[in-house]
């Protein structure tokens, strides 16, 4: 079991940038792979970005490529997604999770993290 804590989230411009992390405890990140998703009110959790165990592989979502960057550091147990070039349709709440793959579909994780809200202004 894993718990999950993402940290970085809040008000910016823009055109700014944001780096998300997010902390795991208990067994180690290293063993899952992770994603981020987001969800903005009144809409469905979009998959946003997600890399397999070893940071070989990062695979993200059409609306968020070019723009994200998702990376992990296992030695500190903590993946990171960096945001760039922050657009108003980007707030949302953001998440991590942690599982077996990674899979675009939120359903096949089984572990997350409680959120961090990103709030983007014009």
């Known amino acids: 079991q894993v718990q999950l804590v993402e940290s970085g989230g809040g008000l910016m411009q823009a055109g700014g940038s944001l780096k998300l992390s997010c902390a795991a405890s208990g067994r180690t990140a290293s063993s899952y792979a992770m994603g981020w998703f987001r969800q903005a009110p009144g809409k469905e959790r979009e998959f946003v970005a997600a890399i397999t165990r070893t940071g070989s592989n990062t695979y993200y979502g059409d609306s968020v490529k070019g723009r994200f960057t998702i990376s992990r550091d296992n030695s500190k147990n903590t993946v990171y997604l960096q945001i760039d070039s922050l657009r108003p349709e980007d707030t949302a709440v953001y998440y991590c999770?942690?599982?077996?793959?990674?899979?675009?579909?939120?359903?096949?994780?089984?572990?997350w993290g409680q959120g961090t809200q990103v709030t983007v202004s014009s």
């Open positions: 999770a942690a599982g077996a793959a990674p899979y675009s579909n939120w359903l096949n994780y089984g572990y």
